[in-house]
């Protein structure tokens, strides 16, 4: 890739900001990934547009999401197709974004209505951190200006993280201030129409890993 100003015709599958586009003048010496703690503010002050990832992840961010929307017309297409392999039901339509054929209505409430992936392209952060994405095929109830949570979607989501990393890391003699959860409200998201949350747990052994993901990886 080259200046970001090569970009600005056939825009990324997000809004490239004034920080993205300082981000990608940067060397990856010259970035500070986001610590544990820098992301628990970023999380509880819901400055989710202060995220970035590495200048050079970025740049091959963009480049994939170019080549990829020739391919599939959509980002979402690929996701449907390559990594969910979820077959939208010939009723759905673009405006409202895929539909899917479900098992129940309620968001998490059957495992076969979501799968647990690791985030092809995750944020520039510390070691020892890994960003997983929830991707479901039932929505979420949401305040439809920005796309906000509504607090029984939020309680919804709440629940799953106990139940399925909190509790699962409790077994292993702690927990402790290793998750952390987030969903971008709607101008924020790359990937729109398939509702996902994003995950981010710190010193999970790869055999947790696996189990969460049963075994599925991270583009290459």
Same mark, same amino acid.
């Given at each position: 890739?080259? /200046?970001?100003?090569?970009?600005?015709?056939?825009?990324?599958?997000?809004?490239?900001?004034? +920080?993205?586009?300082?981000?990608?003048?940067?060397?990856?010496?010259?970035?500070?990934?986001?610590? %544990?703690?820098?992301?628990?503010?970023?999380?509880?002050?819901?400055?989710?547009?202060s995220l970035r990832r590495w200048p050079s992840d970025l740049k091959r961010y963009l480049k994939w999401t170019k080549q990829t929307r020739q391919a599939y017309g959509t980002i979402t297409n690929y996701i449907c197709q390559e990594r969910l =392999?979820?077959?939208?039901?010939?009723?759905?339509?673009?405006?409202? $974004?895929?539909?899917?054929?479900?098992?129940?209505?309620?968001?998490?409430?059957?495992?076969?209505?979501? +799968?647990? *992936?690791?985030?092809?392209?995750?944020?520039?952060?510390?070691?020892?951190?890994?960003?997983?994405?929830?991707?479901? +095929?039932?929505?979420?109830?949401?305040?439809?200006?920005?796309?906000?949570?509504?607090? =029984?979607? !939020? =309680?919804?989501?709440?629940?799953?993280?106990?139940?399925?990393?909190?509790?699962?890391?409790? +077994? &292993?003699?702690?927990?402790?201030? !290793?998750?952390?959860?987030?969903?971008?409200?709607?101008?924020?998201? /790359?990937?729109? $129409?398939?509702?996902? @949350?994003?995950? &981010?747990? !710190?010193?999970?052994?790869?055999? @947790? *890993?696996?189990? %969460?993901?049963?075994?599925?990886?991270?583009?290459?």
């Amino acid at each position: 890739m080259g /200046s970001p100003e090569e970009l600005d015709d056939d825009p990324p599958a997000f809004d490239l900001t004034d +920080k993205d586009r300082d981000n990608l003048a940067r060397k990856d010496e010259d970035f500070e990934p986001h610590t %544990w703690t820098d992301l628990k503010h970023i999380i509880a002050n819901n400055d989710l547009e202060s995220l970035r990832r590495w200048p050079s992840d970025l740049k091959r961010y963009l480049k994939w999401t170019k080549q990829t929307r020739q391919a599939y017309g959509t980002i979402t297409n690929y996701i449907c197709q390559e990594r969910l =392999q979820w077959q939208p039901l010939p009723t759905s339509n673009l405006d409202d $974004g895929p539909s899917f054929c479900i098992e129940n209505p309620i968001p998490f409430a059957d495992s076969r209505d979501h +799968k647990v *992936m690791y985030n092809d392209w995750p944020y520039g952060m510390t070691a020892g951190i890994t960003h997983i994405v929830v991707w479901l +095929k039932t929505r979420f109830d949401v305040e439809p200006a920005v796309g906000e949570l509504l607090p =029984q979607s !939020r =309680q919804l989501i709440e629940d799953f993280v106990q139940h399925t990393f909190i509790d699962r890391l409790e +077994k &292993l003699g702690g927990a402790g201030d !290793r998750v952390m959860w987030f969903r971008n409200w709607t101008g924020l998201q /790359s990937v729109r $129409g398939i509702d996902h @949350i994003h995950v &981010l747990v !710190r010193d999970v052994p790869r055999e @947790i *890993m696996d189990e %969460w993901t049963r075994g599925r990886t991270a583009l290459p």
